[in-house]
């Protein structure tokens, strides 16, 4: 019998988005709902599992745990890039990382709903409604506006296209953007500092790395108007969270609106949570149908592929 793990599966979607029945009989399906957050609790559950799927950037899969889990001989990412995964430890330890297509077009859907969500004040609005009260808040308009992206990359690039219908000036900055890139999107390339000053919405766009890590500090924050927004769908770390914080608690900056953490789940008794003028959702700018049948159905054929003796789809040759 082969033993085949799904891991945080929050939403019970894994066995309703593919048809697991094409795997072979004598593959038994667990699947994981939750998340722990230690690695001896992680690798006591997964001890006896030789297959595990994992939704990106859920569960860690660090070269400590790799260590303690003898018996896994296939991790699948949804994904073709998990930086969650230390993937030389998997190569050492004879384990294949295989990945599977994915789509940017959901995350960069949320980051217009969070955006117009967040100036137009529409969760406060919704709970205004509920509880019987009325109009309360004043929005503003995007047309005329700056929107500041860090990052013309696939994602950033959909993002500016978007701008450009709802008649927004854009800006854009990165480390490695030259003028012909920005220029390519119908933006005009600038210093870091001139986006943030400059921007009345700034959105991120960026991959976590060493450079982009706590990109977003207070020093960053001081130079954002006082009038203005910040996005991020990108990865929680890129911002320094009590920097964060304290620019909201302090009014440096109108207000911010959410998707990724540093930690995730988010703690129940997280600052964020109470926090006014902001919106947050659950890193749930993928979680979509069309999204999650693309990745489960791809995740059934890399496992049919290894069984086969013909891995695809290989993240760590």
Known sequence: MVKLALLDDYQNAALKMADWGRLPKDVKITV???????????????????????????????????????????????????????????????????????????????????????????????????????????????????????GLGRLGSQVAAIAHAFGMKLIAWSQNMTDERAKACGAVRVSKEDLLSQSDIVTIHLLLSDRTRGLMGPAELRLMKPTAYLINTSRGPIVQEQALIDAIKKRQIAGAAMDVYDIEPLPKDHPYRSLENTVLTPHAAYSTEETFRVFYPQMVEDISAYLAGKPIRILNP
């Open 32 to 150: 994981f709902n939750d998340t722990i957050a230690d690695i001896e609790g992680v690798a006591k559950r997964l001890q006896d599992f030789e297959i595990i799927g994992i939704m990106r950037e859920r569960t860690p899969f660090p070269r400590a745990l790799f260590e303690k889990l003898p018996k896994l001989k296939l991790l699948v990412t949804t994904g073709m890039r998990n930086l969650a995964i230390d993937l030389a430890a998997a190569r050492d330890r004879g384990v294949i990382v295989c990945g599977t297509d994915a789509s940017a077009g959901a995350t960069v859907e949320m980051t217009w709903a969070l955006m117009l969500a967040l100036i137009r004040h529409v969760p406060a609005e919704d709970r205004a409604m509920r509880e019987g009260r009325w109009l309360h808040t004043i929005g503003c308009d995007l047309k005329g506006r700056t929107l500041g992206i860090m």
